[in-house]
């Protein structure tokens, strides 16, 4: 994450500075507390985008929120606007862009790739300089996550590789679009992907916030599965007009889009999936929904097991796999 000072300045003319995020709202917990009626508890929430950018977006309620005297759904803030919210005007104010930082040991590591002989001279040579981090990198501990990165590699809505201590690759599973991002937002703030070298989301839009993220070391970007052929053509259209500007050694994004599917079974059998009909076992049913395909547990009360953590229902990636007391299988796709 990139910082940039930035605030709200009241009708009072005290200025609130904005962190990672400012709730405006009726509630106890929001920052800004506003007591009136034509409020909702969380109102409008102020959101720091990787870029330092800070974005406004009204939460949906029925009053409304106007920015600049022009209704608000969301919109990246620029010094001088004005958020009214039950005729409570607010100024925003955002400070000089700053150039992101300079990071010597990102460039050594993405440079040295998935080679461990040459990782280790990088390693070396950041020892010899005096790099704090060479010695994290050589003794290999992992750098702590926050709870809430935790929470989704507990619940298997993002998967983490490690190397020597920080993340090599970052794998978000289909989730709803503000939990990707409150989970992205997260990691981009974390020490441990300073080092991050592949990065797999399931859609791509803008308010990700890609075009500002500051991902050194990043060497491969990747979009979906896609198993739908407009959702994969509108994915590679938005990618065109997008412009990675704090990730040197990415060359071009890749969008995942497959054709055909089919699950493997242990014996060596294979079963084709049609989007048509849903394939159903015992304990599970794989279907067709929303473009994409899903497992889910039958009615049956046996535990179904999606790579390894216990789940109702999951969104398919190549690769994963579903076991249960009655069946076992890979899902594959082509």
Sequence with gaps: MLRRASFLIDPDGQ????GESLIIGRARDAGIVIQSGRVSRHHVVLLRLPSGDIEAEDLGTTNGTSLNDEPLRHQVLATGDVLTIAERRFTFELGPQLPPPVDDAATLIAKAGGDEVALQVAVDVLLEKGDPVGGQLALGQRVALSSLIQRAVDDGSLELEWRRGFVRSARFRAQ???GLRELLF???GSEAVRFLQSLTLPQFNPRLGLEGAFLPALLELRFGPFFAADEAARCRAALAETRLLHAP????PVVEQFTKAWLEFDAGQRRDL???RQASFPTCVVRWEQNSWLVARAASL???TFNGKSRFSAVLAPGDVVSSAATRFTFRAS
């Design 186 to 188: 997260a990691l981009f």
């Design 274 to 276: 049609v989007q048509s």
């Design 249 to 252: 050694f990415v060359v071009k």
């Design 302 to 304: 046996d535990p179904l």
């Design 15 to 18: 200025r609130v500075p904005i």
């Design 176 to 178: 709803p679009f503000h």
